[in-house]
């Protein structure tokens, strides 16, 4: 039997196996949702644990287990940014990108971050996604369940709510 | 908006926050979920069923209860 098919039956080895194919690919895009990294690693197992108790519900004849489990992973990702909505902390693990002084950088990414927090997860997801990460507007409308011009949309008006708060911050794009 | 206000702010959002797609998971997660998969369900105690057993029966029969029970959550 296929390794889908024996997960789709609930065999637990043909769950670890595709667990350990895919856990770094949930991790990373996980972590582009939500950067932060232990957040990531508990959101990673709440995905495959969301996956494992769905098993019975995989489409074996689509076999697309990696789109599948990006599209759990952003709705755990989202619950998690809306129950942490009100405390998101300054991430830790972002790669220094030397544009600007380390002070400056780092007072732009707290007023950045500040004014996304203001932002609802829906269109804090769309705007780090589509403008952050360059992520393809069909492949985020895939992972969201929505059509690429909700996903415009979403992008539009985050970045008019941004562009509001940035500009009330003194930080001016 | 216009595009090239958008770009704007597609570069402001770069620079204050860069780009995570090389992120590194670090460590196996496998242990974590096999302890996860292994840990019992989620049971309520039987004396939390009998005390949502007896505030239903209080506001089935004493809907009156009801302000009084809003007012204090």
Known sequence: ?173 | MSDREMEEMKKLLKEGLPPLRDAELGRDLWPAMLERLAAPPLRLPWWDWVLLAGASATILFVPGVIPALLYHL
């Open chain 1, 1 to 173: 039997m296929e390794l889908l098919e024996r997960f789709a039956a609930g065999d637990l080895e043909a769950f670890e196996t595709l667990f350990r194919q895919y856990q770094c690919d949930v991790f990373r895009w996980i972590m582009r949702i939500v950067r932060d990294r232990a957040a990531a690693e508990d959101l990673t197992l709440e995905t495959f644990w969301r996956m494992y108790r769905a098993h019975a519900r995989f489409d074996v004849a689509k076999g697309n287990c990696g789109g599948w489990l990006r599209r759990i992973a952003t709705n755990a990702a989202l619950d998690h940014l809306r129950r942490k909505r009100r405390e998101v902390p300054l991430p830790e693990d972002t790669p220094d990108v030397p544009k600007a002084p380390p002070e400056e950088q780092s007072e732009l990414r707290q007023t950045i971050f500040s004014a996304m927090d203001r932002l609802s997860p829906r269109l804090r997801v769309a705007i780090l996604l589509a403008l952050v990460e360059e992520e393809p507007y069909d492949s985020i409308a895939e992972v969201l369940g929505i059509s690429v011009n909700a996903v415009k949309v979403r992008v539009f008006r985050g970045v008019r709510i941004l562009r509001k708060e940035l500009s009330a911050a003194g930080v001016h794009p």
